[in-house]
């Protein structure tokens, strides 16, 4: 697996206690797709191809539904892989629906939380959601 651009050693320090914001896309604040997405491209190099053009304004329940439509729909351009990977993107599943998403990291995971109020990182068994898998964008895995 190889992304486009090897991040910095140290990349995953300069996101930990970004707000979370519902529908955020930027540093000043992320939603957990936004997160992923921000970082795939600005830390990795590699464009997800996931469009997001939603506002802050959406509703909750808006933005999860959509989220879950989301990894749903772009799952065809990414592959399930059984061990993770630094930089393999983790889905999660909330009330039996797969919609939270973040980054695997050396035995962590990366991820903006709407509960914990921002970007943490914390071990994968430390998560507090099920587990769906991981996954890389299928381009990587040439």
């Not at 795939?40 to 329940?61: E, K, M, N, V, W």
């Not at 999860?64 to 749903?72: D, G, Q, R, S, T």
Request: hydrophobic share 35%; charged share 25%; aromatic share 12%.
């Amino acid at each position: 697996m190889s992304f486009p651009k090897k991040p910095e050693a140290n990349w995953p320090e300069k996101y930990i206690g970004i707000p979370w914001l519902l529908g955020g896309v930027k540093p000043c604040g992320f939603d957990c797709l936004g997160f992923l997405n921000w970082c795939y491209t600005h830390d990795f190099g590699f464009d997800t191809g996931i469009a997001l053009t939603r506002r802050s304004q959406t509703s909750p329940t808006k933005i999860m539904a959509e989220n879950a439509a989301l990894c749903k729909n772009s799952l065809g351009g990414w592959q399930k892989i059984k061990t993770p990977t630094n930089g393999a993107g983790v889905l999660m599943r909330l009330r039996d629906v797969p919609c939270h998403v973040g980054i695997y990291w050396n035995g962590d995971v990366l991820h903006c939380d709407e509960y914990r109020k921002g970007v943490v990182r914390e071990r994968v068994e430390d998560v507090g959601l099920n587990l769906v898998g991981y996954f890389l964008p299928k381009e990587t895995t040439k």
